[in-house]
């Protein structure tokens, strides 16, 4: 059983929210399946229990999120069939509009921003690994989408830059519902701890924030 108290210490952990946007998992979503399994298991509603206590405990808080300039500029755009065919609607998640914006109840004005033209990682060719190393994160506790991409790569990532990884189970999902929970067990487990949102809640209101009485 793992010591989610040390593990995700605040003073050395950041909580990184993976495309919960509202062109995502929204009210503009272009991803019905996955808004509705988002919705079916609650998960802007963990998501944002876990953020509530992360500000609270004073854990950064970083939103990743992703958008496509009009002019498609900075995005590869025909190496990948799965962005092909979302580029096919030239208005899909355009810098500026309403789509990309965090959705309201994960959304605050301390936030820090990581924003993404291309890939599915919010660490490749963005300055999230830096940011977080500025704020002497070791940890990242991983929310958001989805189980098919972004939080495999994520993970991934984060491991291969040597941080440690915690994914809040019940704030992630994929498509199908049963593939992400096959993800979660046999991709997710070998690389990251795994808690649920009121597990890492009560860990932090435990150890009574940052100032409290925490082991490095």
Known sequence: MIDLARLADPRHTAMLVMEMQRGVV???????????????RD??????????????AGVPIVQCTAAFRADRAGTH?????????????PAHMLEGTGAVEVVPELS?????????????????????DSTL???????????????????PGLCL???????????VSDAVAGVPADYGDAVMTRT?????????????????????????????
């Open 77 to 89: 755009t025909d190496n990948c069939p799965f962005i092909r065919r979302l580029l096919r609607d």
């Open 133 to 151: 190393r500025a704020l002497g994160v070791r940890t990242v506790v991983a929310t958001g989408l989805s189980l098919n991409l972004g939080i």
């Open 43 to 56: 998960v802007v509603a963990h998501a944002a229990q876990v953020a509530t206590a992360a500000r609270a």
């Open 188 to 216: 997710i487990g070998l690389l990251a701890a795994r808690a649920t949102a009121g597990e890492l809640v009560r860990a932090w209101k435990d150890g009574e924030g940052a100032a409290g009485p925490w082991t490095v």
């Open 157 to 167: 990532e984060a491991v291969n830059l040597g941080y440690r990884v915690v994914v």
């Open 108 to 128: 605050a004005p301390g936030d820090l921003e990581s924003r993404r033209h291309h890939g599915f990682s919010p660490f490749t060719g963005t300055s999230l």
């Open 26 to 40: 929204g009210d503009l979503s272009r991803f019905p399946e996955l808004a509705e399994v988002c919705a079916e």
